[in-house]
């Protein structure tokens, strides 16, 4: 990677997080943790209580970049096909004719993905690991940028279903928005007084820049020691105490290549242990399922992500 690539990848980056900043008061770490997963090739899942303006993220960061974006309304009744696409029988020239679903794009919001049956949701499964949909016997490729956002309510709401654990471990990242400061709700109260100034939010970034960023993430070096002190605190999981299903390595990539992102934002080319630190519970936490004891006792994902980077030793 050339100094060149190095600046013009870290502007991309400035200039998307300065655009999502126009709409988005306080979330200053959330839309880090955000384009950290775009640009190590991840995916996301928000999860938090309505209003707090999860949708409105996705949709700011979507037009932020030049790109094809399509929201999907996760309800009941969806169906498998109705992300995926359908072939459906032309009368003239007496053939199938596929016509492809949503999942068909740049930037996909899943919105409220957990109002769907556990069936309708690992529809996504094979598009989030392997950038590909299978339908009716043929491999279609998707997009080089292909961008998932899911948001979901609380599990305890009425109307959902929680999300398989094949499907958490496929995204990259999963946090939340949480309640902004009074004076930013001011803040939001007198944007909006006459129209939402989404609409008037114009793109900062082009496709290609975006692709340029995600080739620039993967060129930031990460040190042997580091690596293996990211595999470490993923296997710990697998032994804590009241972890009844630990993180696969699909965490552990997972934790490398959002720790290069959060890297080249900072400005470095090279990964630091603070980095990984800073990442693991939002990378790891959401893939651990825990022991109904556990659970019953207090115990949380996060404490217990929490409690091994207390006790790992951090590679000097």
Request: no cysteine; net charge negative.
């Amino acid at each position: 990677m050339t100094p060149t690539d190095f600046v013009a990848a870290r502007a991309t980056y400035r200039n998307i997080s300065e655009n999502i900043a126009k709409i988005m008061r306080g979330q200053g770490a959330a839309t880090r943790h955000l384009l950290a997963a775009l640009a190590a090739g991840g995916h996301v899942l928000l999860e938090d209580y309505p209003g707090t303006g999860k949708t409105t993220l996705a949709k700011a960061l979507a037009k932020s970049i030049d790109a094809q974006f399509k929201r999907l309304q996760f309800t009941p009744d969806l169906l498998p096909s109705d992300i995926l696409g359908v072939s459906i029988f032309d009368q003239r020239d007496q053939q199938f004719h596929f016509h492809e679903g949503p999942v068909f794009t740049n930037i996909l919001l899943a919105d409220e993905i957990n109002r769907a049956s556990p069936r309708t949701q690992s529809a996504l499964l094979e598009a989030m690991g392997e950038a590909q949909v299978s339908v009716e016997g043929e491999r279609r490729n998707l997009p080089d940028l292909f961008f998932v956002i899911a948001t979901e309510n609380p599990v305890e709401f009425r109307g959902t279903y929680p999300l398989p654990e094949a499907q958490m471990d496929r995204f990259a990242m999963q946090f939340t928005l949480g309640y902004v400061s009074p004076a930013e709700e001011v803040a939001i109260l007198t944007a909006q007084a006459h129209n939402h100034p989404i609409d008037e939010l114009q793109p900062a970034a082009t496709l290609a820049d975006v692709l340029a960023l995600k080739r620039a993430v993967e060129n930031i070096r990460i040190s042997d020691e580091l690596k293996r002190y990211a595999v470490d605190l993923v296997a710990a999981t697998r032994t804590a105490t009241g972890v009844q299903l630990g993180a696969s390595p699909r965490a552990s990539i997972a934790l490398m290549k959002t720790a290069q992102a959060e890297a080249l934002f900072d400005g470095f080319d090279f990964v630091t242990p603070e980095q990984l630190q800073k990442l693991a519970v939002p990378v790891i936490a959401h893939r651990l399922v825990l022991e109904p004891q556990a659970r019953f006792s207090g115990g949380s994902a996060r404490s217990v992500v929490e409690g091994i980077l207390k006790k790992l030793p951090v590679p000097a």
